[in-house]
């Protein structure tokens, strides 16, 4: 720590620590001596000398409790020690997150995070959290991941802080995630998603609570991106609306033109939605795809979800080679005409799966034979089906057919791959139990 190469004892840092208290204190009745332009830098100065001493504390509760000076001492807890000799830990609880820190990470295998904290490369809100969404996700992670995984949170932390952290933690289940474990957070999501009934204030506004899961977030985005815009006026004045004002309208505007779509088939696509995933994932199903654009670009989807959007004809999944070069681009429009839609609407009528009366104009198009296993866009390999029932036919990996211009569904679990692989029997009767 010493650029000079000759080392200092301990006690004439103590002695340089209590001149350079004083200087700080000191430095509040001269303040006004400091340039204007040098005032950027102290503050750089001051911040370096307050994380390097927040960690050093750290340091030395470890060094404390290792030696056996807490348990020896009156106060008996570590929480209790720091309180006693930290006074400005005492209030709300500080002592109790640096004591917490020093326990949790004595393992040899949390060693970085205890490097970070004591050198001040993060806080201890910051170590905790890293430790706290470690010990998440470590159940979850293929074993040998588990120091890459500890290395990508802690950079994260250190440069994005307690957010950086937690935004981090998909990438990283999808890149280093047991098979099916990003999946599996994907769905549980999915059954997250919800819209609270309106509460309206004194005014009249009425405020929603609406939750989303990244699909949901990505969908939503892509539709009220181009209608959210700011919009300049016949002199070419500035809309002064905010942000939140142009969002909130635009999906009032979505919302109304879906209603004036009525039950007829849609004009044009839905919603343009572009995906980006390796080849080699989307066939293996593992990974994740990225979306692109929108306020929701980067957003990662899981595997198997990422195969069922790619179904739906509004959705662009652009298939990335072993190099990243776009290999295929889908075309916004896979149903080829409109006369196709309405046929799809005419033969199915509403969701087809057994007991669903979700109506036409709510449903998407579903390839039998997943557009990502190379399904064709014709009438015979499409079937309309809810969103909601969407998710359960990719999710359960169930097999439909299309027979005397009805939809009839295989309802056993895996009966989409055993049929494509063809182990079941040509003619195989659907809705009617085990299939292979
Ligand atoms: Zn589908
Ligand atoms: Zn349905």
Same mark, same amino acid.
């Given at each position: 720590?010493?650029?000079?190469?000759?080392?200092? *004892?301990? %006690?004439?840092? &103590? +002695? =340089?620590?209590?001149? /350079?208290?004083?200087? @700080?204190?000191?430095? $509040?009745? #001269? !303040?006004?001596?400091?340039?204007?332009?040098?005032?950027?830098?102290?503050?750089?100065?001051?911040?370096?000398?307050?994380?390097?001493?927040?960690?050093?504390?750290?340091?030395?509760?470890?060094?404390?409790?290792?030696?056996?000076?807490?348990?020896?001492?009156?106060?008996?807890?570590?929480?209790?020690?720091?309180?006693?000799?930290?006074?400005?830990?005492?209030?709300?609880?500080?002592?109790?997150?640096?004591?917490?820190?020093?326990?949790?990470?004595?393992?040899? *295998?949390? %060693?970085?995070? &205890? +490097? =970070?904290?004591?050198? /001040?490369?993060?806080? @201890?809100?910051?170590? $905790?959290? #890293? !430790?706290?969404?470690?010990?998440?996700?470590?159940?979850?992670?293929?074993?040998?991941?588990?120091?890459?995984?500890?290395?990508?949170?802690?950079?994260?932390?250190?440069?994005?802080?307690?957010?950086?952290?937690?935004?981090?933690?998909?990438?990283?289940?999808?890149?280093?995630?047991?098979?099916?474990?990003?999946?599996?957070?994907?769905?549980?999501?999915?059954?997250?998603?919800?819209?609270?009934?309106?509460?309206?204030?004194?005014?009249?506004?009425?405020?929603?609570?609406?939750?989303?899961?990244?699909?949901?977030?990505?969908?939503?985005?892509?539709?009220?991106?181009?209608?959210?815009?700011?919009?300049?006026?016949?002199?070419?004045?500035?809309?002064?609306?905010?942000?939140?004002?142009?969002?909130?309208?635009?999906?009032?505007?979505?919302?109304?033109?879906?209603?004036?779509?009525?039950?007829?088939?849609?004009?044009?696509?839905?919603?343009?939605?572009?995906?980006?995933?390796?080849?080699?994932?989307?066939?293996?199903?593992?990974?994740?795809?990225?979306?692109?654009?929108?306020?929701?670009?980067?957003?990662?989807?899981?595997?198997?979800?990422?195969?069922?959007?790619?179904?739906?004809?509004?959705?662009?999944?652009?298939?990335?080679?072993?190099?990243?070069?776009?290999?295929?681009?889908?075309?916004?429009?896979?149903?080829?005409?409109?006369?196709?839609?309405?046929?799809?609407?005419?033969?199915?009528?509403?969701?087809?799966?057994?007991?669903?009366?979700?109506?036409?104009?709510?449903?998407?198009?579903?390839?039998?034979?997943?557009?990502?296993?190379?399904?064709?866009?014709?009438?015979?390999?499409?079937?309309?089906l809810c969103g909601r029932h969407h998710s359960v036919?990719?999710?359960?990996?169930?097999?439909?057919?299309?027979?005397?211009?009805?939809?009839?569904?295989?309802?056993?679990?895996?009966?989409?791959?055993?049929?494509?692989?063809?182990?079941?029997?040509?003619?195989?009767?659907f809705d009617s139990g085990p299939a292979a």
């Open positions: 720590m010493n650029s000079t190469g000759s080392l200092r *004892d301990a %006690a004439s840092c &103590r +002695d =340089a620590i209590a001149a /350079g208290t004083s200087a @700080v204190r000191e430095l $509040l009745g #001269v !303040l006004w001596q400091v340039q204007g332009g040098e005032l950027g830098a102290l503050l750089t100065e001051l911040d370096d000398l307050a994380a390097v001493a927040g960690g050093a504390r750290v340091a030395v509760v470890a060094e404390a409790e290792t030696r056996g000076e807490i348990s020896s001492s009156q106060e008996g807890s570590t929480a209790g020690w720091v309180a006693a000799n930290a006074p400005s830990l005492a209030a709300g609880n500080g002592a109790g997150q640096v004591a917490r820190l020093v326990r949790e990470s004595a393992r040899p *295998d949390l %060693a970085p995070v &205890r +490097d =970070a904290a004591t050198t /001040g490369q993060v806080n @201890v809100p910051v170590a $905790l959290t #890293v !430790l706290t969404e470690h010990a998440r996700l470590r159940p979850r992670l293929r074993d040998e991941a588990a120091p890459t995984v500890l290395r990508g949170l802690l950079d994260m932390g250190i440069a994005d802080g307690t957010r950086g952290v937690r935004s981090v933690r998909p990438a990283l289940l999808a890149a280093y995630g047991a098979d099916g474990e990003f999946q599996d957070d994907a769905d549980a999501a999915e059954r997250l998603v919800s819209l609270s009934r309106p509460s309206s204030d004194e005014l009249g506004a009425l405020t929603y609570q609406l939750v989303l899961d990244p699909v949901g977030a990505a969908v939503l985005e892509a539709a009220i991106g181009p209608l959210s815009a700011p919009v300049r006026g016949p002199g070419g004045e500035r809309d002064r609306r905010s942000v939140q004002v142009r969002r909130g309208q635009a999906l009032v505007e979505v919302c109304r033109r879906a209603t004036s779509a009525g039950d007829r088939p849609p004009a044009g696509v839905k919603t343009t939605l572009i995906l980006t995933m390796g080849l080699d994932d989307l066939a293996a199903r593992t990974g994740a795809a990225t979306v692109l654009g929108s306020a929701q670009g980067g957003a990662l989807i899981a595997p198997e979800t990422v195969r069922r959007l790619a179904c739906d004809a509004t959705v662009i999944p652009a298939v990335l080679g072993g190099t990243g070069e776009l290999l295929d681009l889908g075309r916004a429009t896979r149903l080829a005409t409109a006369g196709q839609l309405t046929a799809l609407w005419w033969r199915d009528g509403g969701c087809s799966f057994p007991g669903c009366t979700t109506p036409a104009h709510w449903c998407d198009a579903h390839h039998l034979v997943h557009w990502a296993d190379g399904g064709a866009s014709d009438l015979a390999n499409l079937a309309l036919v990719h999710r359960d990996r169930l097999a439909g057919a299309v027979a005397g211009g009805t939809i009839s569904w295989d309802l056993v679990p895996g009966s989409y791959d055993r049929h494509l692989a063809g182990t079941s029997p040509p003619g195989v009767r």
